[in-house]
């Protein structure tokens, strides 16, 4: 099985150069024979600066407009231009720190789709959610709204990333990232690609991929680490 391992580096690293530095270094550590599918997905700064080879590149928000008079906002044909191939939408750090709403993943969603991207829907539940064991709760409601209008899921992956193990070193165990992946498969009627994101790194890597049933993984702080992130893409191998 292909599996999928997508660096999500967030508003990292400080400049070009190190971002060049950070991209040609993974490349370097990765084994060429590996079929595994990466996807880098720096700020947008960086995107067309981004060498063009195995690595694709994805892109962490956009705009479900198509142009005009949208301050702050990149359009999807923008990102196409730079050779962008998939697209990160609903992380939860844009629903906390943003306020995007469910209906505004959803407009992204379908817009990435329309654009003739990939998109990787990220859903989880945050700590008190959990506590309050709404977990499934949350997620069919995230799954439900997400994808709402959207029948063809060929395109279509979905991130399981509980908010509490987003970059906060406490990665969700595996049976509990198994149980949370099945729901999510059994809400979704169609065949999508599955990953875990949250504290994943070498270490714990192979438990999602080979005993929880995930197609890849979503890696944020381990993946700004070439040695880090390329392990992890080796045990995807
Ligand atoms: P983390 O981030 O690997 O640093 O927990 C994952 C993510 O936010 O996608």
Not at 139 to 159: F, P, R, Y
Request: charged content about 30%; glycine content about 10%; aromatic content about 6%.
């Amino acid at each position: 099985m292909k599996y999928l391992i997508v660096a999500n580096w967030k508003m990292n690293p400080k400049s070009l150069k190190e971002a060049k530095d950070l991209f040609s270094d993974i490349e370097g550590k990765m084994d060429p024979a590996n079929e595994t599918e990466v996807v880098i997905c720096p700020p947008f700064t960086f995107l067309s600066e981004m060498p063009k080879g195995k690595v694709k590149l994805g892109a962490q928000n956009c705009s479900w407009e198509e142009e005009g008079a949208f301050t702050g906002e990149i359009s999807l044909n923008m990102l196409k231009d730079v050779s962008c191939e998939y697209v990160i939408v609903g992380h939860s750090e844009r629903r906390k720190y943003y306020s995007e709403t469910d209906k505004d993943v959803n407009k992204k969603a379908k817009a990435v789709l329309e654009g003739g991207l990939k998109l990787i829907l990220c859903v989880g539940e945050t700590e008190e959610e959990r506590k309050a064991g709404k977990t499934s709760e949350v997620l069919k409601t995230q799954l439900k709204a997400g994808l709402e209008g959207i029948s063809d899921l060929s395109s279509v992956t979905i991130a399981y990333e509980p908010v509490w193990a987003i970059g906060t070193g406490n990665a969700c165990s595996v049976d509990d990232a198994k149980e949370a992946g099945e729901l999510i498969r059994s809400e979704v009627s169609g065949d999508i690609v599955l990953i875990y994101g949250g504290s994943a790194k070498k270490d714990n890597a192979e438990g999602y991929l080979k005993e929880a049933g995930f197609q890849g993984l979503l890696v944020g702080g381990a993946s700004l680490k070439a040695d880090e992130f390329a392990g992890i893409v080796e045990k995807a191998n």
